[in-house]
């Protein structure tokens, strides 16, 4: 089994940035891919942006550009780093990660942070 635990979540102010964590405990082998997920009240979970073991990112359109996502596979811990927040970016944000063991995939989730961007 695998934990997520999300935090760095919190109330910015449009233009403003904030760097959310993901720490992963229990058994963190294999862990192949992460990833931020965001769900806004009212609209379904969205994939915001993605890393592999590799290194290898993606990201929405709609953060492209603004977003960073990063691992460090030391501290076992995925980072997202938000820069020119909107309004349109709150939600709750959600940690995956994506795990192979005995030959399966495995997927687990984070409890979820909330981000708010408001005046």
């Known amino acids: 089994q695998v934990q997520l635990v999300e935090s760095g979540g919190g109330l910015v102010q449009p233009g403003g940035s904030l760097r959310l964590s993901c720490a992963a405990s229990?058994?963190?082998?294999?862990?192949?891919?992460m990833a931020w997920y965001r769900q806004a009240p009212g609209a379904q979970r969205e994939l915001v942006a993605s890393?592999?073991?590799?290194?290898?990112?993606n990201y929405a359109d709609s953060v492209q550009g603004r977003f960073t996502i990063s691992r460090d596979n030391a501290k076992n811990t995925a980072y997202l780093q938000m820069n020119m927040l909107k309004p349109g970016d709150t939600a709750v944000y959600y940690c995956?990660?994506?795990?192979?063991?005995?030959?399966?995939?495995?997927?687990?989730w984070g409890q979820g942070t909330p981000v708010t961007v408001s005046s």
């Open positions: 995956q990660a994506l795990q192979l063991r005995d030959g399966r995939h495995f997927v687990y």
């Open positions: 229990g058994s963190i082998f294999n862990i192949y891919f």
């Open positions: 890393i592999t073991s590799g290194g290898i990112t």
